[in-house]
């Protein structure tokens, strides 16, 4: 009797499983023109699959349905699209049908006014001020001389350890714009600061179901905490009347050619989205290099030849300087080539402003587009031989003016801080080839799906060079 009941009881899981399935296609089917996939369960989705297969999941649903496919994931019904054409017109035409639509999860954590989330007149201003901060001309005079005295000091005495190089380049990336941002260097505030970023950076890509102990509702309350910060370091800022030579007083200032002023709010959210999206990439692209450059001595070679070159003109307290960086031709094509082989993003969002045609499809207003990068960096024929590391095809042609170019994203949403990335990653490598020699130790695996990652660390052993 009592497995009779067992069995009533799974097949009556089964089949109301399948008639919520079920129930959930036939809602979204009887929308005309939408592209094939399949929507998963009611709330949830496809979602978990999609975290836990990744690119295993795209590649499915590609053989499948093509490269255009619907789905619905964190909590958005979304179009897959892995067509490149169909990709840079997405990222091109904001304001003719697309805005960013970023999860919900990101938007709740990183903030109503981050520059992701925002458009039309606030994202001029605001995409304004940053681009104000990371010019050229701020790089060179003022950003540059503050990279490079943090990285020597970073870097100091690594001799003769066994490093795990994830998170030195994790608090690498995380310090380095905390003392660009607010001059903030290692100590208490910057481990309380570097805590609550570590868990709000886990929320951004969550289902946003606000449970208490899963990765949203962490993200969530570590965002709480951050604000609270900030806005106690503006509050002391704004209290003490002395004048900072740092991101922050330009904020606060108008100054250094930032436009209208920001309100506190907006400041904030615009701070944790400078720390949040420069943390990410910048860590994640030095630890890849690393790995890379360990892998195929060629390449290191040529890096470290053009490292030792420039300091050969420089005496060993010397920093570095513009002219040093623009040289560095080699070194940017070993860190793109590192963006492109571990795609450190994945793909960008945007979400339709009004029903938008694509491919003979109708995407609904409201759903999101994913615009799915990752296929583009493995082409082989825009990249012959994609699974090889070869940072000499960036110098080879100019791959950077191509129009399917999506490394730093495209269109109006072109990454403002693509080039202050670029010199503290360039800055890094400089002064860690040209001090120390170093090979792997342990068994070091690397997950590339949702986020680059080494979950068990990814270990060196460092000697003098």
Known sequence: MA??????????????SSLLLRWNELRYSRRRGLPPGTMGWPLFGETT???????????????????????????????????????????ASEGAGFVPGYPQSMLDILGPNNIAAVHGPLHRAMRGAMLALTRPHMIRAALLPKI??????????????????????????????????????????SDALKAELYTLVLGTFSLPINVPGTNYSKGLQARKKLVAMLRQMIADRRSSGCARDDMLDALLSGNEGTRAKLSDDQIIDLLITLIYS???????????AVKYLSDNPKALGQIRKEHLDIRKAKSPEDPLDWNDYKSMTFTKAVIYETLRLATVVNGLL???????????????????????????????????????????????????????????????????????????IATFLHYFVTRYRWEEEGNNTISKFPRVAAPNGLHIRVQDY
């Open 3 to 16: 497995l009779l009941l067992l069995l009533l009881a799974v097949l009556g899981v089964v089949l109301a």
């Open 49 to 91: 699959e999609f975290l836990k297969q990744g690119p295993s999941f795209m590649k499915q649903r590609r053989l499948r349905y093509g490269s255009l496919f619907r789905t619905h994931i964190l909590g958005c019904p979304t179009v897959v699209c892995m067509e490149p054409e169909l990709n840079r017109r997405a990222l």
């Open 148 to 189: 490079d005295a943090f990285m020597r000091a970073h870097l100091h005495g690594w001799a003769g350890r066994r490093v795990d190089i994830q998170e030195m380049t994790k608090e690498m990336a995380l310090l380095s714009a905390l003392r660009q941002i607010a001059g903030i260097s290692a100590g208490p505030l």
């Open 278 to 288: 420069g943390y990410e990439t910048v860590s994640t692209t030095s630890m890849m």
């Open 350 to 424: 945007r979400k339709t402003t009004h029903d938008v045609e694509m491919n003979g499809y109708v995407i609904p207003k409201g759903w999101r587009i994913y615009v799915y990068t990752r296929e583009i960096n493995y082409d082989p024929f825009l990249y012959p031989e994609p699974m090889v590391f070869n940072p000499w095809r960036w110098m080879e042609t100019n791959l950077e003016s191509h129009p399917h170019f999506m490394l730093f994203g495209g269109g109006a949403r072109m990454c403002p801080g693509k080039e202050v990335g670029t010199v503290e």
